[in-house]
């Protein structure tokens, strides 16, 4: 088991409704959008992690239903009061990566981009077609 206990303070709601899974296909995403290179998210270890629910990133998720992509919302350009995908990404991303440096814990990247931006020719982790 992953140690991470210090989230557990910020869950405080049980999750409501029957639990969502994440689908078979889903349980590693890339991103490719960025020029920058791939970035490859080991979503259900990620949702693994001690003290952490699906709500710590599907934050508008009300505990019924499926998820929605991050993308439907967090686009290119803040829109009223939502962030672009951007600033949405990385707060959620490296924030949670920082806070648990912070605790003392193993994390995943913080400061370095191309630990998370992999160029195509390095390892991406993703496998060849
Ligand atoms: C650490 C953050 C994080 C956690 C925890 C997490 N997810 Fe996700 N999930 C994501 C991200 C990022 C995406 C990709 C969104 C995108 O492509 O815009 C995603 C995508 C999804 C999708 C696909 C949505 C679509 O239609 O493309 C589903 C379904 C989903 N998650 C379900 C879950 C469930 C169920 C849990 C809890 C068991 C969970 N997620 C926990 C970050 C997370
Ligand atoms: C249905 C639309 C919608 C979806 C889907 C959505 N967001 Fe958001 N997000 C918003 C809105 C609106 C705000 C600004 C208001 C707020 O803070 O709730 C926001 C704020 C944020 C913030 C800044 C505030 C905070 O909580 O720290 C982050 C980070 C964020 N979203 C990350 C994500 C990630 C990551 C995903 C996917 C796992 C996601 N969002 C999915 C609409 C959405
Ligand atoms: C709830 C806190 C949390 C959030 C949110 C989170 N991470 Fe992580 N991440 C971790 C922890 C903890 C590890 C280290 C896990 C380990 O190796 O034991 C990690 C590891 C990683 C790694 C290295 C994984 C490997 O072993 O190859 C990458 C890359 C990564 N995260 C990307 C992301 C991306 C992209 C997002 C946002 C979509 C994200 N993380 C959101 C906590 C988080
Ligand atoms: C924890 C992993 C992580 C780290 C570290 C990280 N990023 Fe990102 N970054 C992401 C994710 C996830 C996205 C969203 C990609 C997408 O929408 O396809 C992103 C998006 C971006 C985008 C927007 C791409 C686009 O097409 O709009 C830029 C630019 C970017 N990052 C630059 C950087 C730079 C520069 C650094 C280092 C200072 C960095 N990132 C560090 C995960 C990370």
Do not use: W
Request: glycine share 10%; charged share 25%.
């Amino acid at each position: 088991m992953r140690s991470f206990l210090p989230l557990v303070l910020l869950l405080t709601l049980p999750l409501a409704g029957g639990a969502a899974e994440i689908p078979a296909e889903k349980e590693t995403i890339y991103f490719e959008h960025s020029k920058l290179g791939t970035v490859t998210f080991k979503h259900k270890m990620h949702s693994e992690l001690d003290g952490v629910d699906c709500r710590f990133c599907h934050h508008t998720n009300q505990g019924t239903g499926k998820p929605e992509p991050c993308h439907r919302c967090h686009k290119g350009k803040p829109q009223d009061e939502t962030p672009k995908k951007i600033k949405a990404f990385h707060t959620r991303c490296r924030g949670c990566h920082q806070y648990t440096v912070d605790a003392g814990k193993q994390a995943g990247p913080v400061k370095k981009c191309t630990l998370c931006h992999v160029k195509a020719g390095k390892t991406s982790g993703k496998p060849q077609q």
